[in-house]
């Protein structure tokens, strides 16, 4: 459909032309005491749907207006005639009716998307219909274009996509928020595994892979080996936080894009989220309005102490903040959106975080207070990117593993990367549901994923 409607002329020059369509009925009414139908068709390639009318004697029309039918239909591109209530250009004369999928009215699951709107709430409820809606398929294409979008990106600038491991031992973030892995195998007498037995008995809870495993925050240390040996590498794939946070913006279960670049400083991993952001201008029409703002506006860049300041500055001209601003904390979410929403109007990059909120692996400042961090924060959204450059210096990277109490063990094999020809380099990971909420505008980041999972949510 998106061919046809998608040509110059909305399609208008591909009058007389026989077509095979396949799609789903979005509303059909028949006309003409019942001599033919008017069907609204959709096929996913875009938004809009294509007219197609066919004639009683084609098929069954009560069974084909109903919404939600599936149909593949013969048929022949026309001209509407004048003066229609439609402003389509092009419709569709039904030859011959292939197939039909009808849909169940008064079955056990009745067909819950019916003609009037149902809220996002109330989708999110039923994920399985929530495709179906144009609300839900439009952003699944513009998540399909991001996600392209940041391949072809990186693959321009000579970027290498790396696929890290989603099961691993180590806790990126150092947070300890993260999924345990176990095996349902405890004992498998119990159970028909059809996998090879020892004794008769194998308990794969304790040895799957010898120890506990997790599943991955981050998919960065893993990045950080390939980009000391490779140069610039990328990994792009779901990350997983055991948070329960029930906010509009948090996931248990989100992708994430991560850069890591050799020889590489911090200011350099800035500009390269910029270029990123630039490359997004590219991705689709109109919807991406919103990211073309953001390509062609330049970026505010404060200190951590100077937007703590402002925030200060803004207490005492009377704002209301419900988490107090203090020198030394993160940012909460009221103080991204006061930052890119009042004060300055525009994406705000907030650098050079005080140590002891930020994790391990950031290269400490020359002042010993601060680390060479970096988070962008966008309206709306908040943060949409954390980056930082790593710390290439052994000795400072142990210290500072001790000071936040990390078992320096079971992190062996990334200090190694500093024990071997270590070298300045620095990386940042984009919420890819982060961005499409900034790129669509949608409020809750649990409608831009096809199968959301958030605290109490992982069924269907
Ligand atoms: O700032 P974060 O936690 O950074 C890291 O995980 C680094 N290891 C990335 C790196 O440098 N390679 O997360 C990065 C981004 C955030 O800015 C946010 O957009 C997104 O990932 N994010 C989440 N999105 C949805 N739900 C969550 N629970 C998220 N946590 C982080
Ligand atoms: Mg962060």
Redesign the pocket.
């Known amino acids: 459909i998106r061919s046809i409607l998608g040509r110059p002329n909305g399609g208008a020059g591909l009058a007389g032309q026989k077509v095979q369509i396949s799609g789903w009925v979005k509303k059909g009414r028949e006309q003409g005491k019942g001599t033919f139908a008017f069907l609204e068709v959709n096929d996913g390639s875009c938004a809009a749907n294509l007219q197609v009318k066919v004639d009683a004697s084609a098929s069954d029309l009560s069974k084909l207006v109903t919404t939600g039918t599936s149909l593949t239909i013969d048929s022949c591109l026309k001209i509407p005639p004048q003066g229609k209530a439609t402003k389509q250009k092009i419709e569709l004369s039904a030859e011959k009716v292939i197939d039909v999928g009808t849909v169940d009215q008064h079955g056990k699951t009745p067909y819950p998307i019916p003609k009037t709107k149902l809220t996002l709430e109330y989708l999110r409820d039923h994920t399985n219909f929530r495709a179906r809606t144009t609300t839900m398929a439009a952003v699944t294409r513009i998540r399909h274009k991001i996600c392209l979008a940041a391949h072809v990106f990186c693959d321009k600038h000579d970027i290498c996509y790396i696929h890290t491991p989603i099961i691993t031992t180590s806790d990126?973030?150092g947070a300890g928020e993260m999924f345990q892995v176990t095996t349902l195998i405890n004992q498998s007498d119990k159970l028909e595994t059809g996998l090879p037995r020892k004794h008769g008995k194998i308990d794969y809870s304790q040895d799957f892979f010898a120890r506990q495993a997790y599943l991955t925050?981050?998919?960065?240390l893993h990045?950080e080996t390939y980009a000391c040996s490779m140069g610039d590498v990328y990994t792009f794939g779901p990350?997983f936080?055991a948070?329960k946070?029930h906010t509009s913006?948090?996931?248990?279960e989100?992708w994430?894009v991560?850069?890591?670049l050799a020889f590489a400083g911090v200011e350099e991993a800035m500009n390269c989220c910029l270029d990123d952001m630039e490359l997004m201008k590219n991705v689709d029409e109109a919807c991406i309005h919103r990211l073309q703002m953001v390509a062609l506006t330049s970026f505010e860049r404060v200190t951590h102490t100077k937007a703590i300041t402002l925030l200060e500055e803004a207490v005492a001209k009377g704002k209301k903040f419900e988490n107090q601003v203090e020198r030394r904390m993160d940012l909460a979410s009221e103080h991204e959106r006061h930052l890119t929403e009042v004060l300055y109007k525009k994406p705000v990059i907030v650098y050079n975080y005080p140590k002891e909120i930020k994790?391990f692996y950031m290269r400490l400042n020359d002042d010993g207070e601060t680390v060479a961090a970096f988070?962008?924060l966008v309206p709306k959204v908040g943060?949409?990117?954390?980056?930082?450059q790593r710390e290439e210096r052994m000795d400072v990277l142990m210290k500072r593993m001790e000071e936040k109490g990390l078992p320096i063990k079971e992190y062996e094999w990334y200090i190694d990367l500093r024990r071997h020809g270590t070298v300045k380099h620095s990386?940042?990971?984009?919420?890819l549901?982060?961005?499409l909420l900034f790129a669509t505008g949608m409020d809750n980041?649990r409608d831009v994923i096809p199968f959301p999972r958030y605290p109490g949510r992982a069924d269907l």
Do not use: K, P, W, Y
């Not at 925050?217 to 960065?220: A, D, E, K, L, Y």
């Not at 913006?249 to 248990?252: I, K, P, S, Y």
């Open positions: 990126c973030e925050v981050s998919g960065q990045a990350t936080q948070e946070s913006r948090h996931l248990a989100f994430m991560e850069v890591e994790a988070d962008v943060e949409l990117i954390g980056g930082s990386g940042f990971g984009l919420g549901e982060r961005m980041i």
